[in-house]
């Protein structure tokens, strides 16, 4: 059976449906998918077998053919599985598809040719967990880089703050979660709350060598029809690059371009957040 991390890490398919029978081994090798998705490294079929309460051979037919369709990649040294490239296909054909990338991936070429700085894009993927979905890198001689498709905790950084100022995670959640996240200098959960409630207000967050000693990151949410998060956008660079007032003019950017992608992304049926005095002038 799941455990009740396992559960809340993933999000669990439902069990009615409007018409038809489930098919047993799709919701099983969703639930083996997910489960890969949630480990820091790569699992055995029988660690997967024991973990989701499948049958050992089930499990194991069901992993061999998502490595041989590339969904899973198989490790000889180790006999284990993780997730594969073949994923990442698909997500980006679904990212496509609904038009994110098509809004997105312009908007983080400006910010990162006007800061000089590498711009992210953060989608949602549980209660727990973002992963890198698109990236555009400046003309900086010094870059920080990531891989499309790495995945970090929910509350890591100035992302995490953004993440948990519209998530509707209890305060005890919250602190479940931050004690887990691996960081260099993490403030106290009291003050993490209070930069939560200042990112609500601001719309954007600052995160100052906490995640990483020398790694500035600044951020600001994408919000769904009901104010959830589903994306944010991140500037990533080194400490010494930021000062205050860079900092924050960059952050009042983000916030007015995450605000203006929101209002493209639900359509004229949302009410729009109103626009900053910077947007009306553009």
């Not at 099983?28 to 077998?49: D, K, T, Y």
């Not at 194991?60 to 993780?82: D, H, P």
């Not at 948990?164 to 305060?171: D, K, R, Y």
């Amino acid at each position: 059976m799941l455990t009740d991390d396992q559960d809340r890490e993933s999000f669990t398919l439902s069990t009615t449906f409007n018409a038809g029978k489930p098919v047993g081994a799709v919701v099983s090798a969703f639930a083996i998918l997910r489960h890969l998705a949630a480990q820091e490294g790569a699992v055995s079929s029988a660690q997967v077998a024991r973990a989701l309460g499948l049958n050992p051979s089930t499990c194991f037919n069901i992993l061999k053919t998502l490595a041989a369709e590339r969904v899973v990649q198989f490790e000889e040294v180790g006999k284990a599985y993780r997730l594969g490239a073949g994923l990442l296909e698909l997500a980006g054909s679904a990212l496509d598809q609904v038009g994110y990338t098509r809004l997105l991936h312009p908007e983080l070429e400006r910010l990162a040719a006007a800061w000089q700085t590498p711009m992210t894009a953060w989608l949602r993927v549980s209660d727990h967990r973002v992963m890198l979905v698109d990236q555009a890198v400046s003309s900086s001689a010094i870059q920080i880089h990531m891989r499309i498709g790495h995945r970090l905790p929910l509350l890591v950084g100035a992302l995490g703050r953004c993440m948990a100022a519209h998530a509707g995670l209890p305060v005890e959640e919250m602190r479940r979660q931050y004690a887990a996240v691996r960081q260099d200098n993490p403030p106290p959960f009291e003050q993490f709350l209070a930069e939560v409630e200042e990112a609500r207000a601001a719309g954007y967050a600052v995160d100052r060598d906490g995640f990483t000693r020398g790694v500035t990151t600044v951020s600001s949410p994408i919000l769904d029809a009901e104010g959830r998060p589903f994306l944010a956008l991140s500037a990533v660079g080194l400490t010494a690059q930021f000062s205050d007032e860079r900092a924050a003019a960059m952050a009042a950017d983000l916030r007015d371009t995450t605000r203006r992608i929101g209002r493209q992304l639900a359509g004229p049926g949302r009410a729009a957040a109103p626009l900053s005095p910077r947007e009306t002038t553009r």
